[in-house]
């Protein structure tokens, strides 16, 4: 094919024309456009641009506020699911029992003139500097000395020896013999471990009577009585009555902060839920907030600039008697600084000082500011304003509903800190304007054009493609180059809607077959990264059923046909587990393993299992009348602890073991014949009037078990 340059005819030399050429008319225009232009786009400029960075100071202090706020929501609510947690466990419950058995024991105690005296000599001695160093102030002591002979005795042995918490925590048994000190012995190292981890001041179990019967830390309050004794009028006592009178085991009473001597100064707040599992509490179980906890969060880590707050924001807790509830960063970082700003703004030049030695603001720094004023008052906003010491800051604030607690947040920077980038903004813009105007003259404008608006399509095509536009399109131009690299370019487009696409159905593939393979908070662990995911759980109900007759009835049936008979009988069974709240943990060709109560906590876990049990021999029983055969149950049932978790590297298996999983198995092993066999731990947690028949016992770990098995033609319990 002939090339088209030759059938042109020959281009004709150009002209040289006179006079200004475009560029240049269009560079004159310019310089008196710019110079104009300038003025108004700078005053815009400034103007628009003040306002922005105005809103953007005010958006980050408002990301950081909520941020916050969500993270001491979280953290209350881990509070209140751990004491729930624990109040109804088993664990909770008997040490709660032996405590107040041992408890009342020792209020036969007899203690001799020396004990009596050693006593007092701590309280007037050591707990008195330590508590008049604290406060400030001269405190009367004589009004804390134990009441009864069980208090005195359990502070002679466990509180009075130790000159800090951290060598009393540490001690399992004084080694006076005593039923408390087989008591704490058994139990006083699970509880450590839940103060430790969870970052609690200290946890208290409390009887019936009032009495705090158990302390992890061992300190004065040990062995007191929350109604008649010597902190009857402190706000953990309000707590254990409201938290008794309310009678439901499902609640949770949550304190403010207030003064409690116990704590040496540092004000203390309480989340009280009774103890017990059915029927009446048998006690209170109490842990005080971590104040470190609630610090650690305020105050991102003490990683105040690498969290968006720059040198000057912080971010702080204020209580309805305007005093704050967390650290003020002022008196971490610059203790000096502050006490002097505070004496300033009129607060106490003994307190100032003693709070910038401490670092401790809860409950000492005044917040008497505009933002709270209005946080208190229930609205949510910003403001420019005068902060608690005094300097002007701009704030972000609004109203914390933290279990009935009446706290507001709020998120503040130093207003020359905050309005810097703006005064920059004006001096930059001043120059650029100036240095615009003479660059501009030395620009080809049409140049620009031309090169410029076809790669500026091309930019914003890919930004779209970028922020995850599909079938994104493009006109580069007419120019050669420029039209290749646009049609380059859709033609990318086009190849990335599909492997984008292909990309979903893919994604969406994994996640089904990996919900196939475990429960979906396993997956989600396992999907951000957990390699080893295992977990113990406590009052699990857990079911091992095989199926009797399939084998029989299959051997007559070509393999595909019986697979997909057994596959229909399975699937009845997920769904019958399903509609019984029971979780399948996995299934074989004979064997189907489910629990309830694992992932979902369940106070009726074993009604559920037992009841899925009747259900799957009924769905056996219409299976087997349908195919012609006789189908039927052979399954043992158990509850008590099991571990789940991921098991494998290269393939990975969920599974369930325990005790719980393994006499279930036995259970079913040990007969040959129909039926389902149950534990005296799941009889003690089925409605009275079950149908039952003793089988005899079965060896445990434990001991000896009691079996029972179902009457399986009765309606479900």
Known sequence: MPSASKSKPDVAPKRKRHGLSIQSSLLIMFMIVSLLSSVVVGLIGYVNGSDSLRDAAFDRLIGVRDSRAREISSLFEQIKNSVLIQ???????????????????????????????????Y??????????????????????????????YLQLHYT??????????????????????????????????????????????????????????????????????????????????????????????????????????????????????????????????????????????????AKGLGKTGE??????????????????????????????????????ARVANTGVTLLAQPVDTIAVSKALAGETG???????????????????????????????????????????????????????????????????????????????????????????????????????????????SQSLQVKAKLLDEQIAENERLLLTLMPQSVAKRFRNGDQNIVEDHQEVSVIYAEIMGFDDYSRSLKSNAALEELNEVL????????????EKVRTTRNGYLACCGLNVPRVDNARRIVDFALDIQQILARYGKKLGTNLSIRAGIDTGTV?????????????????????????????????VLITQRVKDHLPAGTRLNSVGTVETAIGAQSVWSLDLNSANV
């Open 571 to 582: 699937k009845s069974f997920d769904e019958a587990a399903e509609a019984h709240g029971v």
């Open 123 to 152: 309280y007037e001695g050591p707990f008195s500097e330590k508590l008049n160093t604290a406060i400030g102030a001269d405190a009367d002591v004589a009004g804390f000395l134990p009441q009864d002979a069980a208090e005195s």
């Open 382 to 492: 910003t403001i420019v304003g005068a902060n608690y010491l005094g300097e002007s800051s701009l704030a972000a604030y609004r109203p914390m509903k933290l279990e009935g607690l009446n706290w507001v947040i709020v998120a503040e920077i130093g207003s020359a800190e905050a309005f810097a980038p703006v005064q920059t903004f004006t001096r930059n813009l001043a120059l650029s304007a100036t240095v615009l105007i003479v660059i501009v003259s030395l620009l080809s404008l049409i140049l620009a054009q031309i090169i410029v608006r076809p790669l500026r399509r091309l930019k914003l095509a890919a930004s779209k493609i970028a922020a995850g536009e599909q079938d994104v399109q493009v006109d580069a131009g007419s120019s050669d180059e420029l039209a290749d690299v646009g049609n380059a370019f859709n033609d990318m």
């Open 87 to 121: 109040g109804r466990s088993s664990m909770t419950v008997a040490a709660a029992t032996d405590f107040a058995t041992a408890f009342d024991e020792l209020s036969d105690s007899k203690l001799t003139d020396d004990e009596t005296k050693k006593i007092r000599d």
């Open 160 to 305: 009075i020896p130790f000159d800090d918490f951290s060598k009393s925590i540490e001690t399992v048994d004084a080694g006076d013999g005593s039923p408390w000190s087989a008591a704490n012995a058994k139990y006083h190292d699970q509880f450590r471990r839940i103060v430790e981890l969870l970052k609690y001041e200290d946890l208290l179990l409390i009887d019936s009577k009032g009495n705090v019967v158990y302390s992890v830390y061992k300190g004065v309050d040990l062995g007191t009585n929350l109604l008649d004794g010597a902190y009857s009028f402190s706000n953990l006592a309000d707590a254990y009555r409201k938290s008794m009178n309310s009678n439901l085991l499902g609640s949770v009473q949550f304190t403010d902060f207030g003064d409690y001597p116990p704590s040496i100064g540092i004000p203390a707040a309480w989340a009280v839920a009774p103890i017990g599992i059915e029927g009446q509490p048998v006690g209170a179980i109490a842990v005080e907030l971590p104040v470190d906890a609630i610090n650690q969060v305020m105050t991102g880590d003490f990683e105040w600039q």
């Open 315 to 352: 971010t702080y807790l204020v209580g309805s008697d305007n005093l704050m509830r967390s650290s003020s960063r002022e008196v971490i970082e610059k203790p000096d600084d502050y006490k002097k700003s505070a004496v300033a703004t009129g607060l106490d030049a003994e307190l100032a």
């Open 643 to 675: 571990t789940s978790g991921l098991i494998g590297r290269s393939q990975l298996v969920y599974d369930l073991w325990g005790d719980a999983v393994t006499l279930a198995l036995k259970l079913r092993g040990d007969s040959s014949e129909p039926g």
